[in-house]
């Protein structure tokens, strides 16, 4: 039997308790209090330490109701209950069994024995710190579990039960068989402080080691939810845990992962990666699934009209949910014939329904295109008709660039007019001719209704007005007076005369 006691660095003798992790130790004397492990366990077991006990070994010859009658030689007979055998079968007459006197009866002078004493006598031989024994729960307490280990009181702290700490009741314990590791043998005492939490890290380590040597990339294995996190879950494979990020949880984008999942929920999962060196496995859910995009190119034709929840607003346009799985793009550019936004937010809100037109699908990029102002009316339809190349009318300028202006003829349908045609002479600025929101008048140059486009002249407008109208009413002043005077001086027929020109 291995000493508990061992030298320490300063020569001096250090006991199994003083080896013990120093918060573990505390916290079972916090659970103890005044109090030690022979006082929280069933007082009814009897323990008797081996080096004192009177260990005989007997012959069994007679088996009553509810003794046994022993021969220990030499004319002394023992007398031991049966009740020592619990569940145990007892010996049959004739055999040799192991007991130790702990009394004597003079009326019947008979000797009083006990089979529990001679087991845990035998027990203590053989007991050390680490080794695996297995005992009974009898009982508990707000610090652990009390314990009969081959008749020898035990304790287990409340940390030492679960690898996890346990927080619920502990009766269900009560009663059931548990294998766990010596953390500490107090001879003194005749008791032992257990750990089952080592005991199933270890069994857990192993398990883990072996299910890693097993686990292949693209292999769909079972597991169940053990917890889950803002960024995914784990899963218990048995024996390891591997991660299923929230990336992987479906096609679908998943803000919360316990919208998909739920603790103790047993899923189907393929592994996507296991990293043999850090014991890391990563899991993918919608990997075993069936992927949406299969038949998008079927379910959603260009120029197809459907509708969708709009899920993410931004800069550029606003993504809408097809399908959980497939989401489609409205440019900024296709949300209103109306108007320019700056931002989807002007048209419309997230989480609401609209109405799109389907423009492109691109399976293999897995990309769609919408369009929500195509599906109302068009003002572009007809406009080539509506304003015929030639055409002189009013316009409203909405937007200024370093090339021109852009001028709304309707709701939707907007025209360049560019620098060169903004006013007869040079123009150095577009601002120095018109601002935004000023009213024109201008003249329709050319229309590609397919391209969406029109060109257009302020320029051209005025060379078409009657003597009575005033150009300086249809543009902003400052270069109109020299853009005027020298467009005046061009239409002259006639040169002025004068001076020495007479």
Known sequence: MSNPEMMNSDGLMESSSQRLDAELQKEI??????????????????????????????????????????????????????????????????DNIEVVVTGYEQGEGLILLSRQDAVTAAAWETLQVGQVVEGRVTGHNKGGLELVVDGIKGFMPISQIERFRVEEELAPYVNQKLQAKILEIRRKEKSLVLSRRDLLNEQAFQARTDLLNTLEEGRIVRGTVKNIMPYGAFVDLGGADGL????????????????????????????????????????????????????????????????????????????????????????????????????????????????????????????????????????????????????????????????????????????????????????QRVADVVQEGQLVKIKVLEVDEERRRIALSIKQAHEQLTPTEDWSQYVATGATNAAMSDATAKKRKKPLRGGLDR
């Open 29 to 94: 004397d916090e659970a103890l209090g005044d109090m030690s492990v022979m006082d929280l366990v069933d007082p009814t077991v009897s323990v008797v330490a081996g080096q004192d006990a009177n260990r005989r070994t007997g012959r069994v010859v007679e088996i009553q109701a509810e003794e046994i009658l022993v021969d220990l030689g030499g004319k002394s007979t023992g007398i031991l209950p049966l009740k020592h055998w619990g569940d145990e079968p007892i010996p049959a007459v004739g």
């Open 244 to 427: 299923l990020h929230v990336k992987d949880m479906g096609y679908m984008r998943v803000a919360d992962p316990a919208s998909v999942v739920t603790v103790g929920q047993e899923l189907e999962v393929m592994v996507l990666k296991v990293d043999r060196s850090t014991q890391k496995i990563a899991l993918g859910l919608k990997q075993v699934m069936k992927d949406p995009w299969s038949e998008a190119a079927q379910k959603w034709t260009a120029d197809s009209v459907v509708s969708g929840r709009i899920t993410r607003l931004m800069d550029f346009g606003a993504f809408l949910e097809l399908e959980p799985g497939v989401e489609g793009l409205i440019p900024i550019g296709e949300m209103t014939f109306q108007r320019r936004i700056n931002h989807p937010r002007e048209v419309v809100n997230e989480n609401e329904v609209v109405k799109v037109r389907v423009m492109s699908v691109d399976i293999a990029r897995k990309r769609i295109s919408l369009s929500l102002k195509r599906v109302g009316d068009d003002p572009w339809i007809g406009a080539s008709v509506r304003w015929a190349g030639g055409t002189v009318t009013e316009g409203t300028v909405r937007r200024l660039a370093d090339f021109g202006a852009f001028v709304e003829l309707a709701p939707g349908v907007e025209g360049l007019v560019h620098i060169s045609e903004l006013a007869p002479g040079r123009v």
